[in-house]
């Protein structure tokens, strides 16, 4: 006679192994401990077989019997349904193995070392927000052209353009990183060019009327939001770094008895030791801001967690509380203000590059070469400092 729910839940263990049958050779195999199995027995090629469906509870009365007739069908064919059964166990691993988002965090893991900190950060932030939560799951080698640029799509609708071209330019090195290590055999994002339309060249807005330097230096000293972003938008003028490299800063790179900030390799864009020599009105923001942040790692630590430095969005909020526009300034707008400013005051020009840290396009050389015009640059530092008071005045 068949099985019934009631009859399996009421199945007690026995200190036995006892089998039950429910028709066409599906079976419970109760265990001594109650531990209660669905298999079903069959002949293959002359030979007594069996197949296990599973545990009940997890799998049901009727599910067992799905699985039963499914063999039953394959049986027909010719085909072990366990034989199957373990086929189809490996190619479930090896599609998993060989979905997209195993395969790029795979790329990412070789790659990221090699990158610098901010930039492997939003190469993997791009993946985790844009493309993972469409296409992670599915084997890279079925991801088609199409089915990419829906997801690219996606990003060009919310006005991301530029986004939506690094993160193609970010797939096509998966992709080809999977070709390569034999998970796929192309490459969709390559018929992709032209897809997307080209974003218009842009610059990071700034400010070089010294009039307005003067009027931009006095609204951030009159900042009365957040005190650490205050410091932090106080000191981006005086030292000119990339936006990430300043708000990552941390206490240990300093070194106040010598006037100098360490930024290390990991951190900078061209992966080189950046030294940034600290002039007086540096130093004194910097001992105003130590009782604040001192205890922590990081001079501008988030307000959720000193262990984290500030977001990438919260100095350009600074500036836009402010009053200023994105087509007025940006953050990175301090570095393209302090090249102008001082070309057009007569410093030398390999001093100038030096400080803004530019690439050097022999990376052997760079290496050695990050203590460079380093008296010079001391010197124009702390002009460039005492420049800038004037216009506040």
């Known amino acids: 006679m068949s099985l019934s729910d009631t009859q399996l839940r009421n199945m007690k263990a026995t200190g036995k192994v006892k089998k039950v049958s429910d028709g066409g050779g599906l079976y419970l195999h109760l265990s001594p401990a109650g ?4 298999r079903m027995a069959y002949r293959f090629e002359g030979k007594q077989k ?10 049901s009365l009727k599910e067992a019997r799905e699985q039963r007739d499914e063999s039953k069908a394959l049986l027909a064919r010719g085909i072990d349904p366990s034989l199957h059964k373990q086929a189809a166990k490996v190619a479930s691993i090896a599609e998993t193995a060989n979905a997209y988002e195993v395969v790029a965090r795979e790329w990412y893991a070789k790659n990221a070392p090699r990158w610098t900190e901010s ?25 088609s052209a199409p089915e ?3 997801v690219l799509r996606k990003v060009e609708e919310r006005g991301a353009l530029d986004t939506a071209h690094r993160i193609l330019q970010d797939t096509s090195r998966i992709f080809r990183y999977a070709i390569a290590t034999g998970r796929a055999e192309r490459d969709p994002g ?13 610059h990071f807005s700034t400010i070089v009327d010294t009039k307005e330097i003067g009027q931009l230096l006095r609204d951030i000293d009159a900042y009365s ?19 990430g490299e300043l708000r990552k800063a941390e206490w240990t790179e300093f070194d106040l008895e010598n006037a100098e900030w360490r930024i290390p390799a990991k951190r900078m864009k061209m992966r080189v030791l950046h030294i940034v020599p600290l002039s007086r009105q540096v130093l004194g923001i910097l001992r105003d801001l130590h009782p604040y942040s001192g205890d922590g790692p990081y001079l501008f630590p988030s307000v959720r967690a000193k262990s984290a430095p500030i977001s990438d969005m919260t100095l350009l909020a600074g500036l836009r509380r402010l009053g200023y526009s994105k087509e007025q300034m940006s953050v990175h707008g301090f570095r393209s203000l302090a090249s102008t400013l001082l070309n057009e005051q ?5 001093w100038i590059e030096r400080q803004l840290a530019h690439g050097e396009r022999n990376s052997v050389r ?7 015009y380093l008296p010079e640059r001391r010197k124009m530092m702390q002009e460039w400092a005492d420049f800038l008071d004037s216009l506040r005045m």
Do not use: M
Not at 190 to 202: I, T, W
Not at 366 to 372: D, F, L, Q, V
């Open 346 to 350: 007569g410093f030398n020009k390999d």
């Open 50 to 59: 069996i197949v296990c469906f599973g545990a009940y509870p997890a799998v």
């Open 225 to 243: 939001g957040n005190l650490v972003v205050r410091a932090a938008l106080r000191l981006a003028p005086y030292v000119f770094v990339r936006p």
């Open 190 to 202: 390559a018929d992709l060019k032209g897809a997307l339309p080209v974003p218009r060249e842009g």
């Open 366 to 372: 760079a290496s050695y070469n990050y203590a460079e």
């Open 119 to 143: 930039n492997a950060e939003r190469v993997l932030a791009r993946q985790e927000k844009d493309v993972f939560p469409f296409i992670g799951k599915r084997p890279i080698a079925q991801i």
């Open 148 to 150: 990419l640029l829906t």
């Open 35 to 38: 531990g209660k199995l669905w």
